[in-house]
């Protein structure tokens, strides 16, 4: 069966400007163009759209799912399970705050207790799986399984407390890194001050520390364009900054 650009539209529930768009950055092309021009999709285009959707839904860019599309090693049916993989952990963490919601208001009418660290084991999980979904697959390639597995179970395991705690020392971190910036000096005072803090907030998630590995992860922080957007959304160049502090406060300066 073959589709127009209008009737795929109306099939995928996505608008025929989508569609041009991504044929114009080619993304999306369509099987042939008919005599009258008009776009026209096959079977083929269509189980690539569905593909493309499903990358969306996970919050890849377009840039990013052209890259996995277009690479010569794409299986679609390996994406198909991996997409699978991916709705199921979604699942578990919606059950999971569902969960936590459920037994919240059940503490609120008097019928049950609960203790501070079920009130937020929902969104512990949410945040590991959010990271999961972002920078999992660098992260697991760069230190492994079972160091991650190690981190995620620590932050599973974190109380009250500790959680406080991380987000106190994470403001800190951010606050001393915007006005070490300013300074220019990433060896002054500030720039290590940064440094040393980047340390105790990387500590309250990892189980040992390595002066490699934190001079690795911020290496990271430049070479991945994912990282240095978050670190440079408010003055750019700061992820090279932390980067070159962390490699002095570290001894690995290159």
Known sequence: ME????KLGKLAGISARTLRYYDEIDLLKPARINSSGYRIYGQGEVDLLQQI???????LSLETIKEIIASP????AKALNEHREQLLDRRKQLD???????KTIAEKEGRTTMSNKEKFEGFKKKMIDENEEKYGKEIREKYGDETVDQSNQKVMNMTES????ANKLAVELHQTLADAFKTGDPGGELGQKAAELHKN?????WNSYSKEAHAGLAQMYVDDER???YYDKEQPGTAAF????????TGMIK
């Open 227 to 229: 990282f240095t957007a």
């Open 73 to 76: 090693e794409f299986d679609s």
């Open 96 to 102: 999971l705050l569902i969960q936590n919601v459920e």
């Open 242 to 249: 932390l980067r070159d502090a962390i490699h002095i406060y």
């Open 201 to 205: 907030w990387l500590m309250i998630y």
């Open 53 to 59: 959707l499903f990358y969306r839904e996970l919050g």
């Open 162 to 165: 500790e959680h406080e705690e």
């Open 3 to 6: 589709y127009t650009v209008q």
